[in-house]
Structure formats: structure tokens, C-alpha cells
């Protein structure tokens, strides 16, 4: 049988249409082809969940039906540990922050398995929030440097709030009894909510978390600002750690997204795509200035270095100050 150029032709127009609307090959299922679960790590009403359903709002319009669900505890472990171990497909997310960096860290958690690192995909950075350290305004200081003097003076030692063992506060705060020699006791809260008010009661005496939960409170003298980790544009009279002398302290706050290991690379791909566009949409990226946070959207390799270098800078701490998270 003779086959003609015409033959050919035909044959390949044909094997192209069917390859056009052949379904995906075994192993290349299309994503999403469920609702994707964003996992916040603490409870409702802070800046890590504000955000989250900031982001997850507008990824509704491009990855389609996404829902933020809070699992708080354990300074934001449960919820980490929770996407750590599922489904490596894209369909489960964690929206983390800072304190993720410490909670991989070889913060040693007696008598429960935890996450580590190398247990996520780095995948963006969804915004930037400088970490803000607070106190009532009843108490007679104006900054940081003034509260250590004040802790010394103090006859018995003073409180301080954190969102949870192991949290970046909880760090920090030990860190700042280190390196003065000023005594504080822990208390530890679920979440920034439950802190915040605790502090606007003027039940503990020092806390902190990201400045967006806190921020038209000390703009309106609710909250007495100490300083911030990081320099801050909607606080910009505030001063930071350093310029107070202690650079110990300087931290960068971020909240961002992370899959669990072995989630397909065009998967990560996709979500990162759509996280960038979706903080770039001019609402999102208004409401974010708003509330003190720099929008960002990182790539994956930005994102992986920043986590690296920042774990890298806390890991010796921790082992140094030897926290045990019970």
C-alpha cells in the first residue's frame, strides 16, 4: 500500500487534535482538581491569619476553590505537623511565619515527633511584617532600652507574653534575658489575639508579635511600642533593636507558604505563580500596606535562601539557651 505526502499529513493533524484533548498522561493528574487547604498554624484574628485569607481570596479567582483553616498550638507545630504529613499533591498548604524558623531549629520537643525543614518546599514569601515588642502604657518606659532598666530595678521578675513555647517571641525574649541579665517568667498564650489582650489589661508586662496585630493599637496609644526587629514604614519613629544596642534581636518577620516534601515541581510552580500575581492585584497589595506588612511574593529560590540563612542564625542560639518545648 502506497502512503502520500497527503497521508502523512492528515495522520499527523489527526494525532495532534487527539494529543490536543487526550486527558493527562498517568502520573500528571491536572492541579488542582480539589479545594486546596491553606493550614494556618494559630488560631483566627492575627496578622498570619489575616493575611492568609487575604492571599486565599484572590487565589479563589485563579487556582479555584481555596479555604484557609486555623490549627493552632504548640507555638504553630500542630499545624505544620499536620501538612507536614499530607498529601504531597499541592492540595494542602501551610501558611507560616517566623516562628516556623524556630520550630525547625532543633527546639527539642519532649516526647512528641516533630517537623524539621527538610520536611517543606519553600514556596513564597506572601508579605514581610516587622516584629513588634510591646508593653502597657501604664508602664513608665518609652523604649526598649528603658524597659531593661526598669526589669532590673523591678523586685520580683516580670512577665512576659509569648503566642507559645518556641514561638519567635519566646526565643527573643530569652535571648533579651541573656543578654541583660533582667529576669522575666514565660506566659504562654494560643495565639497574638489572646497575648494582645492580655496586654491591654495589664496583666504581663512585656510581648510582641507581628506589627500588624498590634499596630492601630499603638497607633492610638492602646499599646506602648518598644521597638521593632526590623525598621518599620507605618511605625517609623519606633526604633529598632539595634539602634537600642541590641542586635540580638534583629529579625526579619515573614508569613508565607510552604508545601510538604515531594509536591511536584510544575505544582510548587503553579502556586508560586499564582501567589505573586495575587499579592501584585492592587487590592490585595493596598490592604497589606495597610496594616504595616510589605507585600512580596517571592520566588522559590528567595524564599529557600531566606529560610536557610535566618535558620542558620538561630539554630546556634537555640542549642545555646537549650529550649525545651514541652
Request: proline share 7%.
Amino acid at each position: 500500500m502506497t502512503v502520500t505526502r497527503r497521508d502523512i499529513l492528515r495522520s499527523g493533524a489527526a494525532a495532534a487534535v487527539g494529543a490536543l484533548f487526550a486527558p493527562p498522561a498517568v502520573g500528571q493528574a491536572a492541579f488542582p482538581s480539589r479545594t486546596i487547604r491553606i493550614i494556618v498554624p494559630f488560631p483566627a484574628g492575627a496578622t498570619t491569619d489575616m493575611l492568609a485569607r487575604l492571599i486565599a481570596n484572590q487565589l479563589n479567582t485563579t487556582l479555584g476553590q481555596t479555604v484557609v483553616e486555623n490549627v493552632g498550638g504548640a507555638g504553630g507545630s500542630l499545624g505544620a505537623d499536620q501538612v507536614a504529613k499530607a498529601a504531597a499533591d499541592g492540595h494542602t498548604l501551610l501558611f507560616g511565619n517566623i516562628t516556623f524558623t524556630t520550630t525547625t531549629s532543633s527546639l527539642m520537643y519532649a516526647g512528641r515527633a516533630r517537623h524539621t525543614f527538610d520536611d517543606f518546599i519553600p514556596v513564597s514569601v506572601g508579605a514581610y511584617v516587622p516584629l513588634l515588642l510591646l508593653t502597657h502604657p501604664s508602664l513608665p518606659v518609652a523604649n526598649l532600652k528603658e524597659f531593661v532598666e526598669y526589669a532590673r530595678k523591678s523586685p520580683t521578675p516580670l512577665l512576659y507574653g509569648t503566642t507559645g513555647p518556641g514561638s519567635i517571641l519566646h526565643l527573643m525574649a530569652e535571648v533579651l534575658k541573656r543578654d541583660t541579665g533582667i529576669k522575666m517568667d514565660h506566659v504562654p498564650y494560643r495565639g497574638a489575639a489572646p497575648l494582645v489582650t492580655e496586654l491591654l489589661a495589664g496583666r504581663i508586662h512585656f510581648g510582641g508579635d507581628q506589627l500588624s496585630s498590634s499596630l492601630e493599637r499603638v497607633r492610638t496609644g492602646q499599646l506602648k511600642a518598644l521597638a521593632v526587629a526590623t525598621k518599620s514604614a507605618a511605625l517609623p519613629n519606633v526604633p529598632t533593636v539595634r539602634e537600642l544596642g541590641y542586635p540580638n534581636l534583629e529579625l526579619q518577620g515573614w508569613n508565607g507558604f510552604l508545601a510538604p516534601k515531594g509536591t511536584p515541581d510544575a505544582v510548587v510552580a503553579r502556586i508560586q505563580e499564582a501567589v505573586a500575581a495575587a499579592v501584585k492585584h492592587p487590592e490585595v497589595n493596598r490592604r497589606m500596606l495597610d496594616v504595616g506588612a510589605e507585600p512580596s511574593g517571592s520566588s522559590q529560590a528567595e524564599m529557600r535562601e531566606m529560610l536557610s540563612k535566618q535558620i542558620a542564625q538561630v539554630r546556634p542560639v537555640i542549642e545555646e539557651l537549650k529550649l525545651v518545648v514541652p
